[in-house]
């Protein structure tokens, strides 16, 4: 089955700690998305990649990190600089130049301790 | 300003009383406009894609219609199990970004 993973389910970050949340897609997708989600708000954008070694900043890119050594694979990583991390974090694929159409993976919700 | 506004905030329907969301928005050059739908905990599952100014289409209980400058999804004698929280987002013209809505929160009772 074609589709995209994310892991882990929930994740605890630690006050200074960085963590890193992967996202997996095997539909052959170009480009891929990491969107941040709070109650009662639209989904916001993070960093999005139309290529491999290659990343844009979205709207809201301040204190993460991400990088896309390979088709398949776009991680974010959310640095000890993101003072308010919890959320509900949620990737994304897509092809290029055609519908456009943006497929979500079941998502990661980020706890702080 | 490029925007997305989605009404109601929530919805509660009796299992059976068909309604409509709607989404509006104000972006100059529309390329795309994407409904999909949401379940609480969990990822957004895609429904609909709209392109131009009287398309239409359909998926079981519900249908996407679009204009130039709102979508309406309308749902037809729904029931318990489409309550979720129904997401519209668009595509402009020249930008490479989707713009989404903040959500409506559909509850059906039976």
């Known amino acids: 089955d074609g589709g995209i993973t994310q892991s882990p389910k929930y994740l605890f970050r630690k006050e200074g700690q960085n963590v890193t949340l992967s996202c997996e897609q095997n539909?052959?997708?170009?480009?891929m998305y990491w969107y941040r989600q709070d109650p009662g708000q639209g989904l916001r954008l993070i960093y999005y990649?139309?290529?491999?070694?290659?990343?844009q900043k979205g709207d809201i890119a301040e204190g993460y990190s991400v990088s896309r050594e390979k088709k398949e694979s776009f991680p974010l990583t959310v640095t000890s600089a993101q003072k308010n991390p919890t959320a509900f974090y949620l990737c994304?694929?897509?092809?290029?130049?055609?519908?456009?159409?943006?497929?979500f993976g079941p998502g990661t919700r980020l706890l702080v301790l | 300003e490029d925007q997305v506004t989605q009404s109601p905030e929530a919805l509660r329907l009796q299992e059976g009383e068909s309604s409509s969301l709607n989404c509006s928005y104000t972006?100059?050059?529309?390329?795309?406009l994407f409904w999909y739908r949401q379940d609480p905990g969990k990822g957004p599952e895609f429904l609909f894609t709209?392109?131009?100014a009287g398309e239409e289409k359909e998926k079981e209980r519900l249908k996407a219609t679009l204009t130039k400058k709102e979508s309406f999804l309308h749902i037809t004698a729904p029931k318990p199990e489409d309550s979720a929280t129904y997401l519209c987002?668009?595509?402009?013209?020249?930008?490479?970004?989707?713009?989404f809505g903040p959500g409506t929160s559909l509850s059906v009772i039976p």
């Open positions: 994304a694929s897509s092809i290029v130049g055609g519908s456009e159409t943006q497929y």
């Open positions: 539909l052959n997708h170009d480009a």
């Open positions: 990649s139309q290529i491999v070694n290659d990343f």
């Open positions: 972006v100059s050059g529309l390329r795309g």
């Open positions: 709209l392109y131009s």
């Open positions: 987002a668009v595509l402009k013209t020249s930008y490479d970004k989707v713009i």
